[in-house]
């Protein structure tokens, strides 16, 4: 399996391009602020052929390239209704007035064709399997998409910003559950294999079991507690 990825934007967000190998068919995975022409790059590179857009929230730095990027290519997006109003709305999602000088131009709205995650659902996209898990906290529509083992990879979880090495996602948004991102880490990551590869919208790669030994919050949550209490906040990562 073949996976590109790399952080674009005001807030570094990491967008990913994933293809059974190079030369074939790919899903890409939030293509966020300023996002486009890496897309673009990725695909060139490895000649891949986009035929969907998969999003694991509604927040602008996510999702900035998903009109872009859908046009480009006529491909569909796919999102969690609780987050979709995000997409015409992004200030509503944050509590604040987007600051242009910083963003630049944006395309707001929704792609042509924009289709709705379910909670259990498995999307068969470009070759590939992946199981949506609806993982409410940061937003009240954000997901994860985990793909199974292959032979030639352990399987791989994309968390968007639910979980990241070292931390979690930020709750202190408009839509942010401090005890259901604890909810929604018990039931989407602590059942999973420590091989489980990490994928996050920010920051680098890690393993669900190198998370389990050192992660707080999901040592928190192991520990049977349903709210972070570690004495501070989680690090602010993105939106």
Same mark, same amino acid.
Request: charged share 20%; glycine share 12%.
């Given at each position: 399996?073949?996976?590109?990825?790399?952080?674009?934007?005001?807030?570094?967000?990491?967008?990913?391009?994933?293809?059974?190998?190079?030369?074939?068919?790919?899903?890409?995975?939030?293509?966020?602020?300023?996002?486009?022409?890496?897309?673009?790059?990725?695909?060139?590179?490895?000649?891949?052929?986009?035929?969907?857009?998969?999003?694991?929230?509604?927040?602008?730095?996510?999702?900035?390239?998903?009109?872009?990027?859908?046009? %480009?290519?006529?491909?569909? %997006?796919?999102?969690?209704? /609780?987050?979709?109003?995000?997409?015409? +709305?992004?200030?509503?999602?944050?509590?604040?007035?987007?600051? *242009?000088?910083? $963003?630049?131009?944006?395309?707001?709205?929704?792609?042509?064709?924009?289709?709705?995650?379910? /909670?259990?659902?498995?999307?068969?996209?470009?070759?590939?399997?992946?199981?949506?898990?609806?993982?409410?906290?940061?937003?009240?529509?954000?997901?994860?998409? !985990?793909?199974?083992?292959?032979?030639?990879?352990?399987?791989?979880?994309?968390?968007?910003?639910?979980?990241? !090495?070292?931390?979690?996602?930020?709750?202190?948004?408009?839509?942010?559950?401090?005890?259901?991102?604890?909810?929604? $880490?018990?039931?989407?990551?602590?059942? $999973?294999? +420590? %091989?489980?590869?990490?994928?996050?919208?920010?920051? *680098? *790669?890690?393993?669900?079991?190198?998370?389990?030994?050192?992660?707080?919050?999901?040592? *928190?949550?192991?520990?049977?507690?349903?709210?972070?209490?570690?004495?501070?906040?989680?690090?602010?990562?993105?939106?």
């Amino acid at each position: 399996m073949l996976i590109a990825g790399f952080p674009s934007g005001a807030w570094g967000t990491n967008c990913y391009l994933v293809a059974p190998a190079a030369g074939e068919e790919c899903v890409i995975i939030d293509p966020g602020h300023r996002a486009a022409p890496g897309v673009e790059e990725a695909i060139a590179r490895h000649r891949l052929k986009p035929t969907a857009v998969i999003l694991t929230h509604g927040h602008i730095d996510h999702v900035a390239s998903v009109v872009p990027v859908c046009g %480009a290519h006529d491909v569909p %997006a796919w999102i969690h209704p /609780d987050d979709r109003y995000m997409l015409g +709305d992004p200030e509503k999602a944050l509590g604040a007035t987007i600051g *242009q000088p910083l $963003l630049g131009e944006l395309t707001i709205g929704e792609p042509d064709d924009l289709r709705e995650l379910a /909670d259990g659902a498995t999307l068969s996209l470009a070759g590939l399997d992946f199981t949506v898990a609806h993982a409410p906290g940061h937003t009240p529509g954000s997901v994860t998409f !985990a793909t199974p083992e292959r032979a030639d990879v352990p399987p791989v979880l994309f968390s968007g910003d639910l979980l990241f !090495a070292g931390a979690i996602g930020r709750t202190d948004l408009p839509g942010g559950d401090s005890e259901a991102i604890m909810r929604s $880490l018990a039931r989407v990551c602590l059942p $999973l294999d +420590d %091989a489980t590869v990490v994928l996050a919208g920010h920051g *680098q *790669q890690t393993t669900i079991g190198r998370e389990r030994a050192a992660n707080p919050f999901l040592r *928190q949550v192991a520990a049977g507690l349903t709210r972070p209490d570690t004495g501070a906040p989680p690090p602010r990562r993105g939106l």
